[in-house]
C-alpha cells in the first residue's frame, strides 16, 4: 500500500517543475529533525514516511533523474525496481547525512527486536569491526556473508548453548538477533540491513 502510494504521489508530480535548490535527502532530513521527539513509535513512523512522501513531490525531478539513471544501467528493470532504488539511494543518504534519521532508525529497530544475549553482542561487534575496517566499500551479501559465517563459525560452541541451530526456527532467529543488533549498534551494516528488511 505504501509503494502504491508513493507510486501515485510520483506520478502525479512527474511534469511539475521545482526551484529548490536542496536536495530530496535535506528536504527529507529537515522535515525528520521537525518530529516531535515524544512522539510514540507509529507517530514516528507515520511522520517518517509523510517526510519522504512530500520528498518524492517536491523532488520529482530528482527522483525521475535517480530513476532514468538506474534504468539506463539496468535496461531491464520494471517500476518497481526503480522505485525500491530510489529508496536505498535516499536511505543511504539520510543514514550518512542525517543523524536524527539514523538514531531513529536505530531505535527503532532496536524496540522491534530487542537483543540481550551476550554472544549475539560479542559476534556483532566482531563483525562490525571487520566491516568497518574494510574502509568505503558498498555492502552487499557476496561481502557481508563469508564475515557472519566466519564469526558464527568463531563462536559456534557458544552461540549453540543460546541457539538449537539444528532447528531452524532456532537458526533463523539467531540470523535475525544478529542482523538486529548489527542494524542497532553497526554504523556501516545499518544501511544494508535496512535494505535487506524490505
Known amino acids: 500500500m505504501k509503494n502504491l502510494y508513493l507510486t501515485i504521489i510520483f506520478l502525479s508530480?512527474?511534469?511539475?517543475?521545482?526551484q529548490n535548490k536542496e536536495t530530496?535527502?535535506?528536504?527529507?532530513?529537515?522535515c525528520i529533525n521537525n518530529?516531535?521527539?515524544e512522539s510514540s513509535q507509529q507517530n514516528l513512523i507515520a511522520e517518517m514516511q509523510k517526510c519522504v512522501g512530500d520528498g518524492y513531490e517536491k523532488h520529482s525531478e530528482e527522483v525521475q533523474k535517480i530513476m532514468t539513471d538506474f534504468k539506463s544501467k539496468?535496461?531491464?528493470?520494471?517500476?518497481?525496481?526503480?522505485?525500491?532504488?530510489?529508496?536505498?539511494?535516499?536511505?543511504e543518504n539520510l543514514?550518512?547525512?542525517?543523524?536524527r534519521y539514523a538514531?531513529?532508525?536505530?531505535?527503532?529497530v532496536s524496540r522491534q527486536r530487542p537483543v540481550s544475549s551476550n554472544i549475539i553482542k560479542t559476534v556483532a561487534d566482531e563483525i562490525c569491526n571487520e566491516i568497518n575496517d574494510m574502509g568505503e566499500i558498498v555492502l552487499s551479501d557476496k561481502i557481508v556473508d563469508p564475515i557472519l559465517m566466519k564469526f558464527?563459525?568463531?563462536y559456534d560452541n557458544q552461540i549453540r548453548k543460546e541457539y538449537n541451530l539444528s532447528d531452524r526456527e532456532q537458526m533463523k532467529k539467531y540470523a535475525y538477533d544478529l542482523s538486529y543488533k548489527?542494524?542497532?549498534d553497526c554504523e556501516k551494516y545499518k544501511v544494508f540491513g535496512i535494505q535487506k528488511q524490505r
Do not use: F, G, W
Open 13 to 18: 508530480c512527474l511534469s511539475c517543475y521545482t
Open 24 to 30: 530530496l535527502s535535506e528536504y527529507s532530513c529537515e
Open 35 to 37: 518530529i516531535p521527539t
Open 74 to 91: 539496468n535496461p531491464n528493470s520494471d517500476l518497481t525496481s526503480q522505485h525500491n532504488h530510489v529508496r536505498k539511494v535516499l536511505t
Open 95 to 99: 543514514i550518512k547525512d542525517c543523524p
Open 103 to 108: 538514531k531513529i532508525t536505530s531505535d527503532l
Open 152 to 154: 558464527s563459525m568463531k
Open 182 to 184: 548489527l542494524m542497532a
